[in-house]
């Protein structure tokens, strides 16, 4: 019996947008994973990082930003949503 192969790291070939909003003390990202299906996205969330890798027919693409100011970190008010094709992450800041 074979072990499966791990999946190959591909470049992260979608368009990405991350926007800070202070006053309301959210950081919001937008993420265009067309055509990639919702059980294909992983979203992962650290105290300042933020991690999104999608499964491509085997090749998985990801990437891992650190978007906030100096002296914020993620708080634990997190959610996701995935609309065709768009992913759309909001998470909570604080000091």
């Known amino acids: 019996m074979s072990s499966p192969s791990a999946p190959r790291v591909a470049s992260f070939p979608y368009p990405m947008q991350f926007v800070y909003e202070g006053p ?3 950081l919001r990202a937008a993420v265009d994973v067309a055509p990639a299906a919702i059980d294909d996205v992983t979203v992962e969330v ?3 990082r933020v991690r999104i890798a999608v499964d491509c027919d ?3 693409a990801e990437r891992t930003v650190t978007p906030l100011p100096p002296g914020l970190a993620f708080g ?5 949503r995935y609309n065709n094709g768009v992913l759309t992450v909001s998470i909570e800041t604080e000091s």
């Open 24 to 26: 309301a003390d959210r």
């Open 46 to 48: 650290g105290s300042r």
């Open 58 to 60: 085997g090749d998985v």
């Open 76 to 80: 634990d008010d997190r959610q996701a």
